[in-house]
Each structure stands twice: as structure tokens, then as C-alpha cells.
């Protein structure tokens, strides 16, 4: 069978209709069916993923605490009680009863569990929605239609209905405000609902909003100028256009990283340095000096005028490094002696995992394990040096260079399908706008690669976490290792309030916590 016959199969799904709904005028056929293909991508990768949280919700179901977990808690309570005297049940030498680590596990875990469920709940229904949603929006040509209000809207608002750019800005904003109306009554009741339920929320409605508007702003003030230099840039290029659009996106990131910390966070919060003459700082910067890490500065967050969760992340660049920690996070280990309770939930916390250069770390603790262990900054240290461990053996480095070289791949394919008519017609467009282009291409060409890219991706960081976790070899600071004991480091874990009960498929398909 000829492959156009065997596209005649697909296109429209065997139906006696036209797909998308909306065309622009003189729009050709498309003899591949690229928007049919896509819709047919998403929706395996969607019933994939659902069939992968339906597992992990059956498995929260679970109200016993796993065997396996038990097991290494216990082991850390015989430690604990042979170090002080007593027994791995709580009872000291002189007769008095403790409550063991295994005791609070056993309290916290229903909690943990329920929280678990809670966020399956939404995440269920809103992955359902944006499935839906994304589905419908290409089968009703919402691409083509917006692209010709932008047109209008470019000729009514700025008499530049023929400029390219000014269109494309007004493409990017419309897509942007729509964007952000029509997922925000998940993002508030992720907030004010979920959040709020679990004694995690401590960000007012107007915060939110304020946080909304800004983040608006900040996107078109860097967005607009980046935008107009990617159209300038694949249009004056040349042949090899992918190449300096290439180095132009690795500026445009470095950049970002370098002002981020220092002009663009700050936006957002407030950062005080951690006092020099304080304990911590001074074990902090023992721990730095003793990996050869460069440490330059150690900064406090207030993270907790929003949220009770608590985190910790390093990031700079060469000699020039500088760690952050949530002031929730110094509040939980007790600094300056100061060893808070906490209000309820705030021992639930969560790991946020790295992205690009700037490494944010899984710095989280909750307010009775410093007290139950009876030590003061040794944990926060503990999880410093684990993280410090990825930086000894270049993961970060691995990581951005790694991301560099996807990017890089995807602008050359891109390059090779700029003039592809088949693509602009399949969805619905008789012309080519470059911005279309590459909306286009990472849509439909680019994703299903880059499904295939992440799965890999998650299997190498799943590698990296457990070569910090093995023992150093003779080329690494042996305090690499040994600064995280295999068993603190897991009881820590299962005091965050996550998934407790990690679905293997799930786990080695999207890599979302340290694994177990």
C-alpha cells in the first residue's frame, strides 16, 4: 500500500469530516496528517501516564506502613538507642520511655498518605481537563484563528497588521493570558484548597494574584525582547541559522542565571545572608571547604510568608558559588537554639529537583526529627554534603552540558522542517509564520523525540542519585558519602510529606523524588 493510502486511513480518523475545523484561506491538503498523528501521540502518552497514576493511587490506598520502610527505620532506632543507652523500643537505661522514630512514622504516615491522595485527586482531574482542552484546541483550529485575531488586533491596536514581529507578540500574549485563565482554578485550588488543608498554605489571595501579575510582567519584559531576536535571528541567518540561534538561547540562559538570584528572585522574596558569626554558617563553611566546593555565600529566604514547606539550593557559576535556605528550614533544625514546634503540616515538605545550571537541592526536614535525633545542624549538613555529592561528581555540569546538547539537536531538526508544507497545512495554515513554525515543530515533530529524551533523562538521574548515595571512590572526598548515612537519609525521606509508597513503573518513567 502506497504511504499516501495508508495516511488516507488516518486523517480525520476514518471519519467523514475535515480536521482542523478552522482554516485559513487557500489552506492546501496535507498528505501527511501531522495534527491527526499528534492527537494519536497524546492521547498514548496520556492513557500511559493516567494508567501509571491509577497504579500509585491504588497503591495509597494502602493504610499499612510498607515492610520495607519499617525495616530501616528500626534499624536507625537500634542505632539510636545503642548510642544512648537504651533500646530500640524507647526505653532508656534509667527506665524513662522515648517516642521512637519508628513511633512518629507510624503517627505521620495516614497524614502523609492522605496528603498524597488529595494532590492524585486534582492532578487526576486536571490532567484530564488539559488533555481535553489541548485536544479540542487542535481539532478547532485554534492556532490558525488566533493567529489571524493577532493580525487584526496588530493592525487595530498598532497599525502593524503586515509586521511579523508585532504579530507574533500579540500571538505570544493572547496564548499567555489564556493560558493562565484557564488553568487558574487549578492553581487556586491547589493552593487554597489542598494546600490549605494539610496546614501547608501561608500565602494570602492577594499574594497569589500579586505573584500572578508580576510573573506576567517579568515574562513579556524578557519574553518580548528574546522573542523579537529568535524570529531575527532564523530569518537573517541563513542556512545555518540553528547555529547562532543556538548560541543565542545559551546567552539568553546564562544570562538569566547570572541576574535570577540577584535581581529577578528578590522580586519575590526576601534574602538576608546568614549571620557570619553563627554556628551554622561557620559549619557550613567548614562542609564547603572540606569538598573544595566555592562557596562564596550563604543567603536566608523567607519562604515561609507563603508556603510552610521548606527547601535549600546552591547555585552560581565557577569560583562563585552561593547556597540558600528557607527560613522554614532553619526554623525546623532549631537554629540559634531556637527549636520551634512548628504549627501542624509543617513537617510535610518536598523536593523540587534541578533544572538547568542552578541546582535546587532537597533540603526539607520536619520539626521533631532534629529534636527526636538530639542534634542541632547536623542533618541540615547532612543533606548539604548529599547535595554537595552531585556537584563532586559533575552531575550539575553533566546536566547542563547534557541539556545543552538537546537543545542544540532540536534547533537543527528544527531547521530541516521550517519549510515543511505538509506541516502548516495539516493545521490548518496557508501561511508560514516562523513563530508558527516553531510552535509547530515542537509540537508535532519534536515532541514524541523528546517523550523518548526525558525517559532516558529520568533513568540517568535515577544513576546520579545513587552514585551519591554509594560509597567514594579513592578520586572523591570520602566525606561525600559517609556525610549522609544510607539510613538517615532514608528515614529523612519518609518524613516528607510525598508518595510514601512509589509505584516501580512510575518511578523509573518520571523521576519526581530521590528513589528508594
Same mark, same amino acid.
Request: aromatic fraction near 14%.
Given at each position: 500500500?502506497?504511504?499516501?493510502?495508508?495516511?488516507?486511513?488516518?486523517?480525520?480518523?476514518?471519519?467523514?469530516?475535515?480536521? @482542523?475545523?478552522?482554516?485559513?484561506?487557500?489552506?492546501?491538503?496535507?498528505?501527511?496528517?501531522?495534527?491527526?498523528?499528534?492527537?494519536?501521540?497524546?492521547?498514548?502518552?496520556?492513557?500511559?501516564?493516567?494508567?501509571?497514576?491509577?497504579?500509585?493511587?491504588?497503591?495509597?490506598?494502602?493504610?499499612?506502613? *510498607?515492610?520495607?520502610?519499617?525495616?530501616?527505620?528500626?534499624?536507625?532506632?537500634?542505632?539510636?538507642?545503642?548510642?544512648?543507652?537504651?533500646?530500640?523500643?524507647?526505653?532508656?537505661?534509667?527506665?524513662?520511655?522515648?517516642?521512637?522514630?519508628?513511633?512518629?512514622?507510624?503517627?505521620?504516615?495516614?497524614?502523609?498518605?492522605?496528603?498524597?491522595?488529595?494532590?492524585?485527586?486534582?492532578?487526576?482531574?486536571?490532567?484530564?481537563?488539559?488533555?481535553?482542552?489541548?485536544?479540542?484546541?487542535?481539532?478547532?483550529?485554534?492556532? *490558525?484563528?488566533?493567529?489571524?485575531?493577532?493580525?487584526?488586533?496588530?493592525?487595530?491596536?498598532?497599525?502593524?497588521?503586515?509586521?511579523?514581529?508585532?504579530?507574533?507578540?500579540?500571538?505570544?500574549?493572547?496564548?499567555?493570558? $489564556?493560558?493562565?485563565?484557564?488553568?487558574?482554578?487549578?492553581?487556586?485550588?491547589?493552593?487554597?484548597?489542598?494546600?490549605?488543608?494539610?496546614?501547608?498554605?501561608?500565602?494570602?489571595?492577594?499574594?497569589?494574584?500579586?505573584?500572578?501579575?508580576?510573573?506576567?510582567?517579568?515574562?513579556?519584559?524578557?519574553?518580548?525582547?528574546?522573542? $523579537?531576536?529568535?524570529?531575527?535571528?532564523?530569518?537573517?541567518?541563513? @542556512?545555518?541559522?540553528?547555529?547562532?540561534?543556538?548560541?543565542?538561547?545559551?546567552?539568553?540562559?546564562?544570562?538569566?542565571?547570572? $541576574?535570577?538570584?540577584?535581581?529577578?528572585?528578590?522580586?519575590?522574596?526576601?534574602?538576608?545572608?546568614? @549571620?557570619?558569626?553563627?554556628?551554622?554558617?561557620?559549619?557550613?563553611?567548614?562542609?564547603?571547604?572540606?569538598?573544595?566546593?566555592?562557596?562564596?555565600?550563604?543567603?536566608?529566604?523567607?519562604?515561609?510568608?507563603?508556603?510552610?514547606?521548606?527547601?535549600?539550593?546552591?547555585?552560581?557559576?565557577?569560583?562563585?558559588?552561593?547556597?540558600?535556605?528557607?527560613?522554614?528550614?532553619?526554623?525546623?533544625?532549631?537554629?540559634?537554639?531556637?527549636?520551634?514546634?512548628?504549627?501542624?503540616?509543617?513537617?510535610?515538605?518536598?523536593?523540587?529537583?534541578?533544572?538547568?545550571?542552578?541546582?535546587?537541592?532537597?533540603?526539607?526536614?520536619?520539626?521533631?526529627? *532534629?529534636?527526636?535525633?538530639?542534634?542541632?545542624?547536623?542533618?541540615?549538613?547532612?543533606?548539604?554534603?548529599?547535595?554537595?555529592?552531585?556537584?563532586?561528581?559533575?552531575?550539575?555540569?553533566?546536566?547542563?552540558?547534557?541539556?545543552?546538547?538537546?537543545?542544540?539537536?532540536?534547533?537543527?531538526?528544527?531547521?530541516?522542517?521550517?519549510?515543511?508544507?505538509?506541516?502548516?497545512?495539516?493545521?490548518?495554515?496557508?501561511?508560514?509564520?516562523? $513563530?508558527?513554525?516553531?510552535?509547530?515543530?515542537?509540537?508535532?515533530?519534536?515532541?514524541?523525540?523528546?517523550?523518548?529524551?526525558?525517559f532516558a533523562f529520568t533513568l540517568w538521574t535515577r544513576k546520579n542519585e545513587f552514585q551519591v548515595r554509594a560509597p567514594s571512590p579513592p578520586s572523591h572526598p570520602p566525606s561525600l558519602s559517609s556525610s549522609l548515612p544510607s539510613?538517615?537519609?532514608?528515614?529523612?525521606?519518609?518524613?516528607?510529606?510525598?508518595?510514601?509508597?512509589?509505584?516501580?513503573?512510575?518511578?523509573?518513567?518520571?523521576?519526581?523524588?530521590? @528513589?528508594?
Open positions: 500500500m502506497a504511504p499516501k493510502d495508508a495516511w488516507a486511513a488516518i486523517r480525520a480518523f476514518g471519519l467523514d469530516l475535515s480536521f @482542523p475545523t478552522y482554516k485559513q484561506q487557500g489552506t492546501g491538503t496535507a498528505e501527511v496528517p501531522y495534527l491527526e498523528l499528534i492527537v494519536l501521540f497524546s492521547f498514548i502518552v496520556f492513557i500511559w501516564e493516567f494508567y501509571l497514576d491509577l497504579r500509585q493511587y491504588g497503591a495509597l490506598q494502602r493504610k499499612d506502613v *510498607p515492610e520495607a520502610l519499617t525495616a530501616r527505620i528500626g534499624e536507625l532506632d537500634q542505632a539510636a538507642a545503642a548510642k544512648a543507652g537504651g533500646d530500640a523500643k524507647g526505653k532508656g537505661k534509667d527506665g524513662s520511655t522515648t517516642t521512637t522514630l519508628l513511633d512518629r512514622l507510624t503517627s505521620k504516615f495516614d497524614a502523609a498518605r492522605k496528603y498524597s491522595i488529595d494532590k492524585a485527586h486534582l492532578g487526576f482531574v486536571e490532567s484530564v481537563f488539559s488533555q481535553a482542552e489541548a485536544t479540542a484546541m487542535l481539532m478547532l483550529g485554534s492556532m *490558525p484563528w488566533f493567529w489571524d485575531l493577532s493580525v487584526d488586533l496588530a493592525g487595530k491596536w498598532f497599525g502593524k497588521a503586515e509586521d511579523e514581529y508585532i504579530v507574533s507578540l500579540v500571538f505570544l500574549g493572547i496564548n499567555m493570558v $489564556i493560558e493562565n485563565v484557564v488553568h487558574l482554578p487549578f492553581s487556586l485550588w491547589a493552593v487554597f484548597v489542598v494546600e490549605q488543608r494539610h496546614g501547608f498554605n501561608k500565602q494570602s489571595l492577594k499574594d497569589f494574584f500579586l505573584d500572578k501579575v508580576k510573573a506576567i510582567i517579568l515574562s513579556a519584559l524578557l519574553g518580548g525582547p528574546m522573542t $523579537i531576536a529568535v524570529l531575527y535571528v532564523i530569518k537573517a541567518g541563513g @542556512p545555518n541559522f540553528f547555529l547562532y540561534l543556538y548560541l543565542l538561547v545559551l546567552a539568553f540562559q546564562l544570562v538569566l542565571l547570572t $541576574i535570577y538570584p540577584t535581581i529577578i528572585a528578590p522580586i519575590f522574596n526576601k534574602y538576608e545572608p546568614l @549571620p557570619e558569626d553563627s554556628e551554622l554558617k561557620s559549619q557550613i563553611d567548614a562542609l564547603a571547604s572540606r569538598v573544595k566546593f566555592p562557596l562564596t555565600k550563604v543567603f536566608v529566604v523567607d519562604g515561609s510568608r507563603r508556603s510552610a514547606h521548606s527547601n535549600a539550593y546552591f547555585y552560581g557559576f565557577f569560583k562563585n558559588k552561593r547556597i540558600v535556605l528557607f527560613d522554614t528550614l532553619l526554623t525546623q533544625v532549631g537554629f540559634d537554639g531556637e527549636r520551634e514546634g512548628g504549627r501542624e503540616g509543617e513537617e510535610k515538605n518536598e523536593h523540587i529537583g534541578a533544572h538547568g545550571y542552578i541546582y535546587i537541592s532537597h533540603s526539607s526536614l520536619p520539626p521533631f526529627l *532534629p529534636s527526636f535525633l538530639q542534634v542541632q545542624h547536623s542533618e541540615l549538613l547532612s543533606i548539604l554534603a548529599h547535595e554537595l555529592g552531585h556537584w563532586a561528581h559533575s552531575h550539575t555540569f553533566q546536566m547542563f552540558f547534557v541539556s545543552q546538547v538537546h537543545l542544540f539537536l532540536a534547533f537543527f531538526l528544527f531547521s530541516s522542517s521550517l519549510e515543511n508544507a505538509d506541516l502548516f497545512s495539516s493545521f490548518g495554515f496557508a501561511k508560514r509564520p516562523t $513563530i508558527i513554525a516553531l510552535f509547530l515543530f515542537f509540537q508535532a515533530i519534536w515532541s514524541p523525540v523528546d517523550k523518548a529524551l526525558s539510613s538517615f537519609g532514608f528515614a529523612l525521606f519518609l518524613f516528607l510529606l510525598r508518595d510514601l509508597r512509589p509505584g516501580g513503573r512510575r518511578e523509573r518513567t518520571s523521576f519526581a523524588q530521590h @528513589p528508594l
